[in-house]
């Protein structure tokens, strides 16, 4: 079996930020079976990064280590009585499988339509979106590890969601590298419209009754509206998440800024989770630039790079941000995005 390892390798167009980079030594692998060759090799005694679509991740210096492009492709389905069992490649572009999902009717994913990035990310982050993550349809994935040398299944359980954060995220991340997921998704689609910018859209279409291509098409316009397209203007998304503080405490906000109408949304009888968009709205920075960094003109929870900007001058553009919700509202964010 052979691979082909290439030396100084540009990132620039394998991260959605744009940002110049170059690793040490790229691989781009598309079955179980090379991966485990490639640890065979002596060419992983050094730092490693494993790269999906590169939109979950900034890029402030070079990666002196082994980049590892997952590429493992294909989408396959069993169909039960009441659901379908979707198992889907890493390398598998997310909106791709919500497209196959949804045009065979399979329900569930419908909400995460057009989030950027691969399937093999998915876990990781948790991914999700307007009231739906991906831990609500998971049933396991396949991961390679990198200590044992071996595949090893993930059930849900096993994986330790919660909001944007799973075991591969934390206590063993660097370990694993997922090589495909399975989600079980119902035939009967339970419709979700809690967020109201989705119920806004589908009343502007005159929709009364949507259905998941509906849900997915409205989404996508929600988003299209909203996100910059990478290849447009450089960016990943949501750059932080919407943090989750105690009723008590945004009573305390109410309080003390009696005139501000808060954005929020419940997570239980004690806890609700802040718009962190509009956190950094209300501190003046949407629409905002610094350089060739700035704020999204709609969507002030993106960060974007305008031409040139460099991954240290977004970073301390977020740093920025940071202090100044810190500041007004003593809410501290979270990068959702990865710093390399």
């Known amino acids: 079996m052979e691979l082909s390892v290439k030396e100084h390798f ?7 930020f744009g940002v110049v980079a170059f690793a040490r030594q790229f691989v781009e692998i598309h079955t ?3 991966l485990a060759f490639l640890f065979s090799r002596d060419i992983v005694r050094q730092p490693i990064l494993v790269l999906g679509g590169g939109s979950n991740m900034l890029f ?8 590892i492009k997952m590429n493992i492709q294909g989408i396959s389905h069993v169909i039960s009585e009441t659901t379908a069992t979707v198992v889907a490649g890493a390398g598998v572009v997310w ?4 497209s196959y999902c949804v ?3 399979f329900s569930g994913l419908e909400n995460m339509a057009l989030i950027p990035g691969t399937v093999g990310a998915a876990p990781v982050q948790n991914i999700g979106a307007y009231g739906v993550e991906l831990k609500d349809v998971f049933v396991s994935c396949r991961a390679f590890d990198t200590l044992r040398r071996k595949i090893s299944t993930f059930d849900k359980t096993a994986c330790k969601f919660s909001y944007r954060e799973s075991i591969f995220k934390n206590e063993e991340k660097g370990r694993y590298i997922i090589t495909s997921v399975t989600l079980q998704l119902p035939l009967k689609p339970t419709i979700n419209t809690s967020y109201g910018a989705i119920n806004a859209e589908l009343s502007a279409r005159n929709i009364t009754q949507p259905t998941i291509k509906d849900i997915a098409e409205v989404v996508s316009a929600i988003r ?16 932080f998440k919407n943090p989750i503080v105690s009723v008590q405490y945004l009573k305390q906000l109410q309080s ?10 419940p997570v239980d009888e004690g806890r609700v989770k802040m718009g962190a968009g509009w ?3 209300q501190c003046g920075w949407k629409g905002k630039k610094v350089g060739d960094a700035g704020t999204w003109k709609n969507q002030a929870l993106v960060l974007v790079n305008h031409k040139n900007a460099s991954g240290t001058e977004v970073y301390n553009l977020s740093e920025q941000i940071i202090q100044d919700v810190k500041e007004r509202f003593g809410i501290t964010l979270e990068r959702e995005v990865n710093i390399i």
Request: negative net charge; without cysteine.
């Open 32 to 34: 179980e079976e090379e």
């Open 10 to 16: 540009s990132l620039k167009h394998y991260n959605t």
């Open 60 to 67: 402030t210096k070079d990666f002196e280590g082994l980049v």
């Open 224 to 239: 299209t509206d909203k996100l910059p397209d990478p290849s447009t203007i450089g960016n990943a998304g949501s750059f």
């Open 256 to 265: 003390t800024l009696p005139d501000t109408n808060f954005v929020y949304y």
């Open 279 to 281: 956190l950094i709205e």
């Open 103 to 105: 045009d065979r009717q």
């Open 95 to 98: 909106n791709d499988l919500v």
